[in-house]
Each structure stands twice: as structure tokens, then as C-alpha cells.
């Protein structure tokens, strides 16, 4: 397949972009996009969305950690909203690295995080309205959603696998003293 070309993969996905995370009735930025307002087709899947007036309509259902892949399988793009406690830390969701090793570009609100693990790489926002920009960008343009994927997805294979992570705690651990 040429680079930046459309795939049949792609073609058959169903969902336009989703998010995967619940709501533990504190507040999430994800909570001012309004898929109402919007072209594309939206999930979410998590905890606690069935009780939100906006997002209930796309709500299906909470799922375990590891039926996660099959969802982004389905999605051409995913959104992450780092909450508000790990995102002062600069620290990445497992999500963002499972949906981008799952061939899935990720837009995440965690602009730090995406600076210091991707190096400005991984799209970003810091509103609404960049979100929606963001959405506009990769889901008119698959071309351009496609290649940047492939980039993310080979960082992440190359750097980021839960075996990669364990062979750093191991370093660490042996030169600890």
C-alpha cells in the first residue's frame, strides 16, 4: 500500500471517532464537544456516560480493559481526555498507546505528555473548538490521518509495548542501589 493511501481497513470502519473512559461525576473537558453539532459519527464506551444528558445517546456501554482493541478497530479516530489528575503530570493513558499500536490516531488533551512521549507528533487540544478542528482535519483528510498513524504506530511498536516498559523497570531495578 502506498503511503498516505486509503486502506479497505479504513473504509470499513463504523465509527467516525469515539472515547473510551468513564465519568466519576467530576467534571471532563471531553463534556464541551457536542457530537449533536458534528458530521461524524460518535461512541463512547465507559463507566457512568448512561446518567449524562449530552452523551447518553452515544453511550454503549462499559467495557473491560482488554475488549478495548476490537473498539478501536472499529474507529478511525480516537479522543482522549486526560482527567484532571494525571494531566498536570505530563502522564500518557494506556488508551492513547493502545489505539495508536491498534493502527487508531489519537487526539489527546494531555499536551504535555504528547510533547515529551511523541515530540509534538500527536495531534492535540486545549478546547472545543480545537477539538472540533482536529476532528475536521483527520476525519475530511483519511490521507493525512492514515500516514500520521502509521508514524505514531511504529513509535510505539518501536519504543512503547508493555515489553519495552518492562525491560526499563528491569534496568532500573538492577542498577537501583
Known amino acids: ?28 473537558e471531553i ?12 461512541a463512547l464506551y465507559g463507566q457512568g456516560w448512561d446518567k449524562h444528558p449530552q452523551f447518553k445517546p452515544y453511550w454503549k456501554g462499559f467495557l473491560p480493559y482488554h475488549e478495548l482493541p476490537a473498539v478501536y478497530r472499529q474507529t478511525r479516530l480516537l479522543v482522549d481526555d486526560a482527567n484532571h489528575v494525571t494531566k498536570p503530570w505530563a502522564s500518557v493513558n494506556s488508551r492513547v498507546f493502545d489505539a495508536l499500536a491498534s493502527g487508531v490516531l489519537t487526539i489527546t488533551n494531555g499536551v504535555a505528555g504528547a510533547e515529551e512521549v511523541f515530540g509534538g507528533l500527536l495531534p492535540t487540544y486545549r478546547d472545543r473548538a480545537e477539538l472540533e478542528q482536529q476532528l475536521r482535519t483527520y476525519l475530511d483528510h483519511p490521507e493525512q490521518r492514515i500516514a500520521l498513524t502509521r508514524q505514531l504506530r511504529e513509535q510505539v ?21
Do not use: M
Open 157 to 177: 511498536l518501536a519504543h512503547h509495548t508493555y515489553a519495552n516498559r518492562a525491560r526499563e523497570l528491569r534496568d532500573l531495578l538492577a542498577n537501583w542501589s
Open 1 to 28: 500500500v502506498a503511503a498516505g493511501a486509503i486502506t479497505l481497513a479504513d473504509a470499513r470502519k463504523e465509527i467516525d471517532y469515539c472515547f473510551t473512559g468513564s465519568h466519576w461525576n467530576a467534571e471532563r
Open 31 to 42: 463534556e464541551a464537544l457536542d457530537p449533536r453539532q458534528l458530521p461524524w459519527t460518535f
